[in-house]
Every structure is written in structure tokens, then in C-alpha cells.
């Protein structure tokens, strides 16, 4: 099903004129209202109209995360503070937030793109939608919240949390469609069938859009087993506009980036360089249409790349891969790169083992250990230790295999990992600390 | 002739012992063998007990893993040898054992203990062959 159906099925030769045509239009905006822009141009002896290619994006400066925090509050903002309708601010554990504001042009975009994403998964107004991301500073909730208010789905508010809540409330209302991180719809799941005896799958729920963290196609079909459901994978980030940069279609394979409103580059996180097509790397994404906040070649830290192939969806817009991980989620053990996502997909190989693990980094002797705390389940929990012993090793030595380095796996009892109702927090790195 | 054992995973953390055992004697759950396998990391506890689905169903409950396993109480001779004896036995009837811990009853004369070999009922033939007391369910529990 599509929203919009014209510009989502343009043929790419139209779609790239219209990036062009936009691209040109933002860099000058960006150039003449913002003055951190101005100062970047100058410096990188830039003019914009020297932007007359789309692969003239090249020669324009990157945005990092590092830059938005440095003009905190208001320091990107194209418009004055009257003109701004929304703001929204992503978390400052590191520093000081981001801050993003909208006009009322771009929530309509906003409001468009998350439309455009849930009807392509099926949503239509005869759906009930529980919005179970945070509402607030964080995009999540009003981003689902405005898409389906476009679309005209009935929307249950209910923001994370309140476990208990949630499935008395999907089971009462009948909702069809749940969004949320999909390690909260693992939990979600885990909690109706162990403390309220509910069997997800009796619920009326159909599709579900999951996002704002990194998860696996393992994850993905336990998720859709337990519930019965079809999940699909959501991408967004506040600094671009919040969940609807990019959405599954019914393929499962890859998601759609809206590319009329962002355009999508993806480098080499070392050198900048852009790759060639197919090859895994950092996205950096330039909003085409903002007002509020124009954001020219955000570097993302997320690892993708572009899925070439077309779409049997009908949909001209180029596709990446899930998020593979994050520049900074890179773990660097002895030397070598690896992703918690790794670790992860080795471990459900391994049958009956639930996702439900802990990656400890420590370096007890100026060396390097990575210990993987993995929940016992029922399903593989043995009165002998041989069994058990045996499972542990198979374990790591599938993480072995995955990754190249030997782990260290300890099987802790259930439930005894801390859950959490955001983001789960899988790494915990002790080597500065000893 | 089968008995069932309730086993338990344990995490090596302090005082998770004493709370399964605090979860059966909340539950009046009675211990007739216990025995722990442990490694560095983990323990399993097993437990012949007077109601295992009772035990089960308890511990489930205080969110300890589980599993019900069959095994045999085997009576043996309450002297040097005894054991070695009904061993002997199934080592020529080429069966390994898996474990092997003791009851902290006696029946008469008897030491029982439990044994859980690689093939339980050719276990059963071979000692009831042999005319080793094996110890039914009901006798078991109301020990």
C-alpha cells in the first residue's frame, strides 16, 4: 500500500532532478541562515553555488554530533524561535544536547514520511495504534504519533513503560499495531506470558514497527514468533527529523530511505571517503526539505549500506541494510573491531538460547577479555553439567567463528540481566576502571 | 521403577542456595537426597523430593530454572563394598554412569542411593537380574 503513491514509485532520473533541485535550495538557505554553515563554507573556501552536481555533496563539511552540541541551544536553528513550532532533544549522556526545532513545514514532513511508513506496512485508519516509544524530548513517540494521526488510525498514547499496562490495554482496546524498541517488545512478550499468563499470540495485534536501537533478523522472527506478527524495521534520528528517515517495506529486506526529503551518502568512517555501492560504512544523511534545522551531511556513526537491488515493492527509493552498528558501539578487542550484533547473532544460532545477554570487557592482565553473560533458558537447562558445559562451549565457539576472538561465556540464571524499557544496555566496558 | 529428581540451575552468587532451599520450606517440600555438581561458574542443584511437581511448581515460581529427571533409588548393602558391588555390575553391563549421590535415609538394612546411568532401563533389567533392591515412586516419597 502506498501513502503517496506518485512520489514514492518516481522514476530515479525524476527522483535525482528533484534532489538536485532541492539540494542546491538548502545549501543556500542553510548558508544564508545559518552562520555555523557561513563559517564551515568559508573555511573550506566553498560557495554555494559551487554545489552543482549531486556528488558535489562531497566538497561540503561534515556535521558531527560534536558540532551540534558546541552551538547548543539554538545555534542551528534557520529561523527565529517564533517560527518554531516543536522542539526536541536527544539525550545528553556525553555532553550537552542536541537540540532540534521545527517549523510548522516540517512536522508536516515529519507527519508525511511517517505515513508514508506506516501505510507501506499496512496501516490504515480501521487500525489500532499503541505508541509505546517515549513521548517527549525523545522523537520516538511523536513521530509514530503524527504519522498515524495523518493516516487516521486510532492512536493509544500509552509512552514506555508500565509493563502491565500496556498488554491489559492492547488486550482491552484490540490494538492491531504496536510500535516500540523492539528489546521492549521481547520484554513485552516475555512479561503477558510469565506474570499475567497471556499468551501474546492471542492478541489482536498484526504489524509492528520497531526501532531506535540495533537489532538483529534473529531478533526479528522472535519477536514476530512470539507474537504472531510481522515486524518491520524503523530508522530515524532526532537530528534529521526523529523516526521516518527510512522504513521497512513488505520485502523485509532493507528500508526504504524517503530520499525526496534526505539525501543518504555512505563514506568510510576513517577517511570520509564515500564507498562504492554495496559496501558497508558510515551514513551521512543531509535533510533536502527542513526549514528549522537544515542539516547538510550529518555524520549518522551508524553502519549500513545501500541494498542495489530493486525493490519488489514497486518503490523507486534506495534501500540500506538494518543498522549494522555504530562507529562508537565498535568495540575494539585485542586489536579488532566487532559489534555487540555479532556477538548476538552467534548466540541465537545456538538453539533454545533466548537474546537475552551481557557483553563484559575487562583486562585483567594488560590484556583484553571479553566475557558474554548469556540467561540459562528451560529449554537447554540440564541436570548434567557435561550438557551444559558442552552447550557453553558451542556457544563460544560460534562467537568465535562470528567475530575471531575467544570469548569467555557464563550462563547466568534467568532474568537475572537487567531488562531494560529504552535502550538495552548490552556492553559494559571495565578497562578504564582497573 | 523410575524416580523423578527436581534439579535447579544455580549461579554461583551468594545466598542463591539458601533461597531455593528457603522457596521448598516455604512450600513444606521435604528433602530426601540432595547432592550439587558444581563448576566454577554455575551449580546444579538435584533433589529427590517428597512432591516434585509441588517443588517445581514453587521454584518455577521464584523464577529458578528447573527440570524434572528420572532416576533410580537403588538399595545397596550398608557395608565396605556395598556400592562397588551394583558398580561392578554395571560396568560389565557396559553402562556409564552419569552420577551418583547418597539418601540420607536408610530402608533397613539398606544405604539407598541415587544413580542415573546413560540407559535407564537397561539398568532396571540388569539390576533387577542381579536382585538389586530398586525403590518405586511411593516408596520414595514416603520415606
Known amino acids: 500500500m502506498f501513502w503517496n503513491k506518485e512520489i514514492e514509485t518516481l522514476p530515479k532520473e525524476k527522483l535525482k532532478e528533484l534532489q538536485l533541485e532541492r539540494l542546491k535550495k538548502v545549501v543556500k538557505y542553510a548558508y544564508e541562515h545559518v552562520s555555523y554553515y557561513r563559517k564551515k563554507f568559508e573555511e573550506a573556501g566553498l560557495k554555494p553555488e559551487d554545489i552543482k552536481t549531486l556528488e558535489d555533496i562531497r566538497f561540503i563539511p561534515f556535521t558531527s554530533k560534536a558540532d551540534l552540541r558546541e552551538v547548543y541551544p539554538f545555534g542551528m536553528f534557520a529561523v527565529p524561535l517564533s517560527e518554531i513550532v516543536e522542539i526536541h532533544s536527544s539525550s545528553g549522556t556525553t555532553g550537552k544536547p542536541v537540540v532540534i526545532g521545527y517549523t510548522k513545514e516540517d512536522i508536516e514532513v515529519w507527519k508525511e514520511v511517517m505515513a508514508r511508513s506506516l501505510t507501506m506496512i499496512g496501516v490504515t485508519k480501521d487500525d489500532i495504534i499503541q505508541v509505546a516509544y517515549g513521548y517527549g524530548l525523545f522523537t520516538g513517540g511523536l513521530g509514530f504519533h503524527y504519522g498515524a494521526l495523518a493516516i487516521g488510525a486510532t492512536i493509544v498514547p500509552t509512552s514506555a513503560g508500565n509493563t502491565r499496562r500496556q498488554i491489559e490495554l492492547m488486550r482491552d482496546f484490540g490494538t492491531t499495531v504496536l510500535a516500540c524498541t523492539p528489546s521492549y517488545a521481547l520484554y513485552l512478550a516475555e512479561y503477558a506470558q510469565d506474570e499475567m499468563g497471556i499468551d501474546p499470540r492471542t492478541l489482536k495485534l498484526r504489524v509492528g514497527s520497531f526501532g531506535a536501537e540495533m537489532w538483529t533478523e534473529e531478533m526479528r522472527k522472535e519477536i514476530e514468533r512470539r507474537f504472531g506478527i510481522k515486524a518491520y524495521n524503523v530508522y530515524g534520528l532526532t537530528e534529521i527529523i526523529g523516526p521516518g528517515v527510512a522504513h521497512e517495506c513488505p520485502a523485509q529486506e532493507g528500508l526504504h530511505i524517503w530520499e525526496d526529503h534526505f539525501y543518504a551518502e555512505i563514506i568510510d568512517p576513517e577517511t570520509g571517503e564515500p564507498l562504492p555501492e554495496g559496501e558497508r560504512g558510515e551514513l551521512v544523511l543531509t535533510t533536502l526539505t527542513k526549514k528549522g534545522v537544515p542539516m547538510l551531511r550529518f555524520r549518522t556513526r551508524d553502519i549500513t549500506a545501500f541494498v542495489s537491488r530493486t525493490c519488489p515493492c514497486g518503490r523507486t527509493f534506495i534501500r540500506i541494510e538494518r543498522i549494522r552498528g555504530r562507529t562508537d558501539d565498535m568495540i575494539k578487542v585485542r586489536g579488532v573491531m566487532l559489534f555487540p550484533y555479532q556477538i548476538e547473532k552467534a548466540i541465537l544460532e545456538v538453539q533454545g538460547i533466548e537474546p537475552h545477554y551481557q557483553i563484559i570487557l575487562t583486562r585483567p592482565h594488560y590484556l583484553d577479555e571479553i566475557e558474554v553473560q548469556i540467561e540459562m533458558s528451560k529449554e537447554v537447562f540440564s541436570d548434567e553439567v557435561r550438557k551444559i558445559e558442552e552447550l557453553r562451549r558451542k556457544i563460544e565457539k560460534r562467537i568465535e567463528e562470528t567475530v575471531g576472538i575467544r570469548v569467555k561465556v557464563t550462563l547466568v540464571e534467568p532474568k537475572s540481566l537487567p531488562r531494560s524499557e529504552g535502550k538495552a544496555k548490552r556492553v559494559i566496558d571495565k578497562r578504564g576502571l582497573s | ?143
Open chain 2, 1 to 143: 521403577m523410575k524416580i523423578k529428581q527436581i534439579s535447579v540451575f544455580l549461579e554461583n552468587k551468594k545466598g542463591r542456595l539458601y533461597e531455593a532451599l528457603n522457596v521448598l520450606a516455604q512450600a513444606e517440600i521435604n528433602i530426601r537426597a540432595l547432592s550439587i555438581a558444581d563448576t566454577s561458574d554455575f551449580g546444579i542443584l538435584r533433589m529427590i523430593v517428597n512432591n516434585p511437581e509441588k517443588a517445581k511448581e514453587a521454584l518455577e515460581g521464584a523464577g529458578f530454572t528447573t527440570k524434572i529427571t528420572n532416576v533410580l533409588a537403588v538399595g545397596v548393602k550398608d557395608k565396605p563394598g556395598g556400592l562397588a558391588e551394583v558398580l561392578k555390575i554395571l560396568y560389565e553391563g557396559d553402562i556409564n554412569v552419569e552420577y551418583v549421590y547418597a539418601f540420607v535415609e536408610k530402608s533397613g538394612e539398606e544405604a539407598l542411593v541415587v544413580l542415573r546411568t546413560n540407559n535407564l532401563d537397561k539398568t532396571i533389567d540388569l539390576l533387577q537380574q542381579k536382585g538389586v533392591k530398586l525403590l518405586d515412586s511411593k516408596t520414595v516419597e514416603s520415606l
